[in-house]
């Protein structure tokens, strides 16, 4: 029986050991490497997404302008059969030879035939006109369809992504509430007034960020409740007169004849982190303005708590 016990205590002491409760200091830096995954994950689903919706809005053009074209060449072709069974009825009477040659008025029947064969000539043309765009539009949307396949396979693939996406956020929050950090955020905050040194387009975007502080992140969010790094930019640039893609991948390559270095960064550029897997707004004073990661909100934070070895550089818009 004491062997029993004492074999007991020593099994259970050393499960205890084997699986330890992570210190703090493990738990945050559990916490970054997830959060670094994160922005790896979401940047590759949101480029898969954007992909899909592009191939698919050229399909849908493409087959619209296609369905047009179908319908006029079928009315064409309705008109140039219409032609054939009246030319057919008239030749076997006006226009037989016998006829034309016994007609009071040879000439004029034979004015008649050539007008009608010329008609159905024009209109022949044009059908075959028609039916050449019918084949080069067809001939789009099948390449058009193509792209939607591809597209599409790709965003399959890339639910593997948001299944790692769920995953991780599962494991973020419990982390965070384990930290005791966690900020669930108001998706109707009213956040903050923009009095910074800023005019023009930029004092428009600055405003509209500022107006977003408090509310929370969500991975994919394009607002007006919950934001992303990359939905924030574009929204808050939307309001500055600017388009700007939806990633950050796509937001870093249209700006590649606008890049800044950290050094000559003005309010309202935007700031790349390396690896393009998270961004910022610059607001001056050293400070950016960002939708950071699950279980935080959109707030203002240091440069110089992440180190400027981090950044990739700037975009002015």
Request: aromatic share 6%.
């Amino acid at each position: 029986m004491g062997l029993a016990v004492t074999l007991a205590v020593t099994i259970c002491g050393e499960s205890a050991v084997a699986e330890p409760r992570p210190t703090l200091a493990q738990a945050r830096a559990k916490l970054a490497k997830l959060n670094d995954q994160m922005d790896q994950y979401v940047e590759r689903y949101n480029l898969a997404t954007e992909r899909w919706k592009e191939a698919k809005k050229k399909f849908d053009t493409v087959n619209a302008e296609l369905t047009k074209e179908q319908e006029r060449v079928e009315v064409l072709r309705r008109d140039v059969a219409h032609m054939a069974a009246v030319a057919y009825q008239s030749g076997a009477a006006a226009f037989a030879l016998p006829n034309l040659i016994g007609a009071e008025n040879p000439t004029d029947a034979l004015d008649q035939m050539a007008s009608f064969t010329q008609l159905a000539t024009s209109q022949a043309l044009i059908v075959t006109s028609y039916q050449s765009v019918l084949d080069k539009l067809t001939r789009r949307r099948n390449d058009a369809k193509t792209l939607v396949t591809e597209a599409d396979k790709a965003r399959k693939d890339v639910r593997d992504e948001r299944t790692k996406i769920e995953k991780a956020v599962r494991e973020q929050l419990k982390l965070l509430r384990r930290l005791g950090t966690y900020k669930a955020g108001n998706p109707n905050s009213p956040g903050l007034k923009y009095n910074g040194p800023a005019s023009g387009n930029s004092l428009a975007v600055l405003r509209f960020a500022f107006a977003q502080i408090g509310k929370p992140y969500r991975w994919g969010g394009t607002g007006p409740g919950s934001w992303d790094c990359s939905g924030l930019s574009q929204a808050a640039w939307a309001k500055g007169g600017v388009s700007l893609p939806r990633t950050t991948t796509q937001q870093w390559a249209w700006g590649s004849s606008r890049r800044v270095s950290m050094d000559n960064l003005r309010p309202g550029d935007l700031i790349f982190s390396r690896g393009l897997g998270h961004m910022g707004i610059y607001i001056g004073d050293g400070k950016m303005l960002h939708a950071p990661q699950t279980g935080d909100v959109v707030k203002i934070t240091p440069l110089s708590r992440y180190g400027n070895h981090r950044f990739l550089g700037g975009i002015r818009p």
